[in-house]
């Protein structure tokens, strides 16, 4: 199983995971964990997922949240988990 | 499981503290190539590299786009020519040809800089080595992404005098050849003590015989991120600051791991080393003058500067040698001065001298680096700039290295723009005295003593 990282950062809004989950549910990306926090009014999302069911490409998935992120006014970014490992995991 | 404030570090590191991987160097033997007719040679050296190398470019940004980390350069690094031109170059002009065949096949594959255009000379000159030496000029005139390097010492062999009065030579001529770019030239060229078989960063990388069929080498970068990390620690004792410098280092240098481990994997390519630097750009927030200012002085150059980058240098080695598996190249700070803010402000600012730069260069990685110095000054004078930098690598058993650019035209006090990651730099005045007489003895400087430990 190859993990994905996805951040979201961006202000606050009405619908912001509710459309990254409507995303990553037709395109079959499990969602493993999910953390929210809002730091001065910003809003700071990590999800860890799974996307060995899904039949898209990483860069595919990666520009879709891109596209959707810039939709909804807030920055998505997707990043395989091997480097937030090798950072801070001896 | 991996946190969100983990994950949130990484990502400000690279959005906001300029990390990134500054090279993916592929390095790739010629020596399979040689042959006595030049064509056929060239020919050979084309298909080598371009078969090699095809896919280097597409999968550096394969894998920067999937880790989200910005790979900023995809390089290459050949035997030196010297070796492989010597049994069919009769003439430099013939060595240019090979320079031109690099440029050619490097523009091909997309790669923005090949270097290997070198002479391992440390001890003595072959025929080959000195018509490769006398034509480098020419070669850096006529081509845009070669890289040229020399080595003229060694602590096992001591300094090879006459190949240092050639390059003060060779370096004036060259920067006469490219004086309409304000002698670029220069900046694709470098002399070395000691030169590393595996050196991914430019202009110094060649592939060094020692080295196999083919190797991935990965340079990773950094000083936005450690100098961020100490402007927390403001204040606090030598102690917490080199802990400091150490957790980044290492941060820093696993991400260079894991992107050579994933680059040797996708191009079937054996991975070499990891080279730990902290390698500036001209980029505001890029600077490892910067970070000695973090620590407490006012301008790179100040008293109290050596200590500083001898301590850095020191905690950056040791925080990213656990990090990785095999750690080569030039490992240290660099500190070119065009190519990074704080060393130019420094200058400008009158603070940094060639002189402290040099007693710099004795506790870090790698030498006189970039420095546009006036276009009137004498080749002997540069001759003599290099000894003294040579010497200083050869004595203390570490890499020492020389890329100075006399711009022609130019004197003390104007500027000079490279662009690019290149940068622009103040031309520093240079000691006036004459060293002529010592140059001219010619021969070579014998190995130091505790170079003979049989």
Known sequence: ?90 | MLNIFEVAETNKMIEEENLDVRTITLGISLLDCIDSDLEVLCKKIDKKIYEAAKDLVETGEEIAREFGIPIVNKRIAVTPIALVGGAACKTGEDFVQIARTLDEVAIKVGVNFIGGYSALVSKGMTAADELLIRSIPQAMAVTERVCSSVNLGSTRTGINMDAVKLMGETILQTARLTKEKDSLGCAKLVVFCNAPDDNPFMAGAFHGVTEADKVINVGVSGPGVVKRALEKVRGENFEVLCETIKKTAFKVTRVGQLVAKEASIRLQVPFGIVDLSLAPTPAIGDSVADILCEMGLEYAGAPGTTAALALLNDQVKKGGVMASSYVGGLSGAFIPVSEDQGMINAVTAGALTLEKLEAMTCVCSVGLDMIAIPGDTKASTISGIIADELAIGMINQKTTAVRIIPVIGKTVGEMVEFGGLLGYAPIMPVNSFSCEAFIERGGRIPAPIHSFKN
């Not at chain 1, 990282?5 to 202000?11: A, L, N």
């Not at chain 1, 730091?39 to 996307?51: A, C, K, S």
């Not at chain 1, 490409?57 to 997707?78: P, Y």
């Open chain 1, 1 to 90: 199983m190859k993990k994905t990282i996805i951040t979201v950062v961006g202000k606050d809004t009405v619908g912001i995971i509710a459309g990254v989950c409507t995303y990553l549910a037709e395109n079959n990306i499990n969602i493993l964990d999910i953390s929210q926090t809002i730091v001065q009014g910003y809003f700071n999302m990590m999800m860890i997922v799974d996307r060995t069911d899904s039949n898209k490409q990483f860069r595919e998935t990666a520009e879709d949240l891109e596209k959707l992120g810039e939709k909804i006014g807030v920055i998505i970014k997707c990043q395989r988990e091997d480097i937030f490992n090798s950072m801070h995991r001896i």
